[in-house]
């Protein structure tokens, strides 16, 4: 392909690949196990050929505590069912507290908002905290296994909070603030919580949200709940009936216990929606958590002790998870809570410089606005640390990717990663000892044996294929939560190809090992990095009296944005009318969040379905993104073919648009 015949926008120099971490990590095991690699890919083919004694010398390089040893790294390579570190005993949070243990005044977090000034909270008080906040909980009657949940914004607090829970083997799950309560309620409701931390509202766009109405109808809708901790963060006089205080959790002095648990004990449930059903409740370890974070930020971040880290996230993301975890590095997080476009989006570069960040994450979305606008980081801050760039969510245009070097000089490192919150890891992404080339992630990540498949199962060479994953990662799901036979995990990942991972992108692998990856293969929503199901959407819209049926595709795809058009069938004799179209969108603003609020609203006859009454998504999805009709569907597998013509009129007629834009 034409990209082979590439230069590279980033080579790194001699003296930076001497001090990655990835290059200390290849000479230990050059010193440690007698092996030597001519380069990274090299190194990747032995971290998934030997995966066994890729995870133990992780687990040895890193120095991993722990109260008891593992007596096996892994006990098969069957997916899903895969055990890891059989026997060790460990807690994440005592990784944690390992870090500049005498040192009274380096920032652990350093926290600012739209309705805050920059806070500075030191390793010393952070621990402090951590401790008397676990120590709370345990009062309140909190074990190992309860499940703590979170509807806070993303402000030191809610890190503190996570890492209390995770000290004493609870399971913590978050929702952001400004996720409506139907959508909360789908979330926490399948997982039974004990206590809930709580913010009064939060501040967006230079605008107030009084969220304590919303606290009231969680509380009373969750009738496993106990406990209520309120953080007055809009109004410091804010209460709730029955809450306590945040400020009450804080003793003046504590002392940390960590609860020493098995690798595979659940830490998190996160959630990522398919196209049925209720959102999906992964739950993740311990162990894998710990080990991945360890594995990605260290070696392929290039995270330390010296670094001072943010990415921009909400605290309903997957990568709040990821930030929150570089504290196990040893690392400064910065933490951001607010519009980042406002009052420009000069914003989140002026914290940056402020924070003095040596490494900044966002979104792709957030680049390419503040390429389009025209944005100049260098003009608006000196950001004289900065070393790394990170990128994920969407896939990052190769004009982004020149656009970063054009503002922020050469020896920047994009670091262009992509994951999910599935498996709470990297699949693919940046290493600071390989050349960056225009719109590609430089690598497979170690220990992921993950490739471009074809429809039966065959490896794809620099060809747009299924990304699949074929032998087992520590940070895989546990388990889904209220799915005892594991159904649910199964058909979400393993229908396709049995026995191996298929996660629902389009991947090409080049042939230089870099990645590119081209949007999502199946229905689901990725809107700015966050993945909604389709149904979830489908229960707000078919909800209103007006509309009988509906259907909405994302046609984010080969580096093109993400474009949601929404379709609806209206009750006979309603319109859609521009105060309809608003009511639709505010409703899924309401109850979902803003950023699935859809790109265009058409009104249809009727929603092409099959023979057994699916809405056949994925097939108006094709034909939107060009495929000709009888490559994409069958009239006799279809209950009302005819339905199909309107879609193929308008992916004409928006195809015609683009040629003649």
Same mark, same amino acid.
């Given at each position: 392909m034409a990209e082979n015949t590439l230069s590279p926008l980033w080579t790194p120099s001699p003296e930076r690949i001497a001090k990655s971490r990835m290059h200390h990590y290849m000479q230990w095991l050059q010193q440690d196990k007698k092996l030597s690699f001519s380069g990274y890919e090299e190194l990747w083919q032995w971290s998934v050929d030997h995966l066994e004694d890729f995870w133990d010398s992780i687990w040895r390089y890193f120095d991993i505590p722990h109260s008891a040893p593992y007596t096996k790294v892994l006990d098969s390579h069957k997916m899903p069912g895969a055990k890891w570190f059989n026997g060790a005993r460990l807690n994440i949070a005592e990784q944690v507290f390992r870090f500049h243990v005498e040192d009274a005044d380096t920032p652990a977090i350093i926290g600012k908002s739209e309705a805050r000034a920059t806070v500075s909270i030191t390793w010393r008080e952070m621990r402090r905290q951590i401790a008397s906040v676990a120590n709370a909980l345990r009062d309140m009657g909190v074990q190992p296994g309860d499940r703590v949940v979170s509807y806070m914004p993303n402000v030191p607090e809610t890190v503190i909070a996570f890492y209390a829970c995770a000290s004493i083997g609870a399971v913590w799950s978050s929702c952001s603030p400004d996720m409506g309560t139907p959508s909360v309620l789908d979330r926490f409701g399948q997982i039974a919580p004990k206590v809930l931390f709580a913010v009064d509202g939060y501040r967006y766009g230079g605008k107030d949200f009084d969220r304590r109405d919303v606290v009231t109808g969680l509380v009373q809708s969750l009738p496993t709940l106990e406990h209520v901790v309120l953080?007055?963060?809009?109004?410091?006089?804010?209460?709730?009936?029955?809450?306590?205080?945040?400020?009450?959790?804080?003793?003046?002095?504590?002392?940390?216990?960590?609860?020493?648990?098995?690798?595979?004990?659940?830490?998190?449930?996160?959630?990522?929606?398919?196209?049925?059903?209720?959102?999906?409740?992964?739950? &993740? !370890?311990?162990? *894998?958590? =710990?080990? /991945?974070?360890?594995?990605? &930020? !260290?070696?392929? *971040?290039? =995270?330390? /002790?010296?670094?001072?880290?943010?990415?921009?996230?909400?605290?309903?993301?997957i990568m709040w998870n990821s930030q929150v975890t570089g504290l196990l590095l040893g690392s400064t997080i910065a933490v951001y809570d607010g519009n980042p476009g406002y009052p420009d989006l000069g914003t989140l570069w002026k914290f940056a410089d402020e924070a003095r960040l040596t490494v900044f994450g966002a979104g792709a979305a957030y680049y390419a606005n503040c390429m389009k606008a025209g944005i100049e980081p260098r003009k608006l801050a000196t950001l004289d640390g900065l070393h790394t760039i990170g990128s994920t969510g969407s896939p990052l245009s190769a004009d982004a990717f020149t656009w970063i070097y054009e503002q922020l000089g050469p020896d920047i490192l994009l670091s262009s990663i992509s994951g999910g919150t599935d498996v709470a890891a990297s699949f693919v992404g940046g290493c600071p000892i390989v050349p960056l080339y225009a719109g590609e992630m430089q690598c497979r990540c170690l220990g992921i044996a993950v490739y471009a498949m074809d429809d039966a199962g065959k490896p794809l060479n620099d060809e747009v294929g299924e990304l699949v994953v074929t032998k087992p990662m520590p940070s895989m799901p546990l388990f889904f939560w209220n799915d005892p036979e594991g159904k649910r995990y199964h058909d979400s990942y393993f229908d396709t190809y049995d026995g191996w991972w298929r996660h629902g992108d389009w991947l090409r692998i080049t042939p230089r090992g870099g990645a590119i990856i081209y949007g999502r293969s199946d229905t689901t929503i990725n809107r700015h990095g966050v993945r909604m199901g389709t149904s979830e959407i489908y229960r707000v819209v078919e909800g209103m009296p007006e509309i009988l049926d509906s259907l909405v595709v994302d046609l984010e795809y080969l580096g093109r944005e993400s474009y949601m058009p929404l379709f609806v069938v209206l009750r006979p004799g309603v319109s859609l009318d521009a105060e309809l179209i608003r009511r639709i969108n505010d409703n899924i603003r309401t109850a979902l969040s803003a950023r699935h609020v859809p790109n265009e609203v058409f009104a249809v006859n009727e929603i092409p379905r099959t023979l057994s009454g699916k809405k056949m998504e994925l097939p108006v999805k094709k034909l939107m993104l060009g495929m000709a009709v009888d490559q994409v569907a069958s009239p006799d597998a279809m209950s009302n073919p005819g339905s199909l013509a309107y879609f193929v009129d308008l992916a004409g007629r928006r195809a015609q648009a683009q040629v003649t834009a």
């Open positions: 953080l007055p963060y809009l109004r410091q006089d804010a209460t709730v009936d029955g809450a306590r205080q945040w400020r009450e959790l804080l003793d003046a002095d504590s002392t940390p216990r960590f609860e020493q648990l098995p690798f595979d004990h659940p830490l998190w449930v996160v959630y990522s929606s398919g196209t049925t059903g209720m959102p999906k409740p992964i739950v &993740h !370890g311990q162990g *894998g958590t =710990l080990i /991945e974070a360890l594995k990605g &930020h !260290g070696l392929h *971040g290039d =995270l330390g /002790e010296q670094d001072r880290f943010m990415w921009f996230s909400t605290t309903g993301w």
